[in-house]
């Protein structure tokens, strides 16, 4: 059964961008978009590099290393050439609070 952890303040993860947390031994990165958060693996399903780094455009995360895409809200690839999708976790916000379900 999954544990909600909380991994910041919600002031530490400026809009439009994404940290890295590790959660219960996991990499997980957090992003901001329009002030709601998700979570995904902060690694790159094609070659393993930080998403977290990567840029944030229409609810969707570029890898900073080869362009591939990731829907933050479903973790599907969008773009080559990545092809297989990225774990997402279920996030909730709780006053300050912003908490990550990991299991
Ligand atoms: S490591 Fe992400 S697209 Fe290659």
Redesign the pocket.
């Known amino acids: 059964m999954a544990h909600y952890f909380r991994v910041a303040a919600r002031d530490e993860i400026p809009e439009g961008q994404g940290r890295c947390f590790t959660v219960a031994g996991r990499r997980v990165a957090v992003f901001r978009v329009d002030d709601r958060f998700y979570a995904i693996d902060d690694r ?6 930080s ?1 977290s780094e ?1 840029v944030v455009r229409d609810c969707q995360v570029e ?6 895409t990731f829907d933050l809200r479903s973790g599907e690839a969008t773009a ?3 092809t297989v999708p990225v774990r997402t976790y279920q996030v909730r916000v709780e006053g300050d609070d912003v908490l990550v379900a990991v299991d």
Request: include cysteine.
């Open positions: 790159c399903t094609h070659a393993e590099a998403l990567g890898c900073p290393r080869h362009g591939a080559l050439p990545a």
